[in-house]
């Protein structure tokens, strides 16, 4: 029996040794391991909350688009390009068409001058309408059809007063407007 009882602590000695190389050799694998999966953790909650920024830099950029959309489309109304002889048509069709009905505009005079800049950078072209109007009805339908939002050419007017008189006679009037072009 002493033998066998060697043997068992031979045995024993052995799975032991074999134990101790074991986790010699393998200490730093289970450390390494959880430092790892940590990591890796660390690195989904980053990717998450980049992808939850991106999301909404993604969505402030598509609102910016549509909001720039929108003022490009209410700056054009105003950069429209500039032509005096088409501006001058733009005013006088006007009148020839008012001409056709019971209403009458007689423009008597236009004069020009586009070679200024605003302050905020846009040419500026100044313009100014002498005309006499039959009614204050077809006057503030001329002074509505200069500054429409939706027409060709979108005047400012800059400064206006008329004479407001109780007969029904013609009025004389002299609008100066600015225009905003290319």
């Known amino acids: 029996m002493k033998q066998y009882t060697q043997n068992n602590f031979l045995a024993y000695l052995l799975i032991l040794m074999t134990f101790f190389v074991i986790l010699f050799f393998t200490k730093n694998i289970y450390s390494d391991m959880q430092v790892k999966l940590d990591n890796k953790e660390q690195q989904n909650v980053n990717l998450a909350s980049k992808q939850s920024e991106l999301s909404r830099l993604n969505d402030l950029k598509?609102?910016?688009?549509?909001?720039?959309?929108?003022?490009?489309?209410?700056?054009?109304?105003?950069?429209?390009?500039?032509?005096?002889?088409?501006?001058?048509?733009?005013i006088?069709?006007?009148?020839?068409q008012v001409n056709l009905w019971n209403d009458r505009i007689i423009i008597?005079?236009?004069?020009?001058?586009g070679g200024n800049v605003s302050?905020?950078?846009?040419?500026?072209?100044?313009?100014?309408?002498?005309?006499?109007?039959?009614?204050?009805?077809?006057?503030?339908?001329?002074?509505?059809?200069l500054t429409n939002k939706?027409?060709?050419?979108?005047?400012?007017?800059?400064?206006?007063?008329?004479?407001?008189?109780?007969?029904?006679?013609?009025?004389?009037?002299?609008?100066?407007?600015?225009?905003?072009?290319?």
């Open 108 to 113: 008597r005079g236009i004069t020009l001058d």
């Open 62 to 90: 598509k609102s910016l688009d549509e909001e720039w959309n929108e003022l490009l489309e209410e700056v054009a109304g105003y950069t429209g390009d500039f032509s005096d002889t088409a501006m001058l048509e733009y």
């Open 150 to 182: 939706n027409a060709t050419y979108r005047f400012h007017i800059t400064d206006f007063n008329y004479p407001m008189n109780e007969s029904n006679s013609n009025i004389q009037i002299s609008v100066p407007l600015t225009l905003y072009h290319k």
């Open 119 to 145: 302050d905020l950078g846009f040419n500026k072209a100044d313009v100014n309408v002498t005309a006499v109007v039959s009614s204050e009805k077809t006057l503030f339908a001329f002074l509505n059809y």
């Open 92 to 96: 006088y069709s006007y009148a020839q």
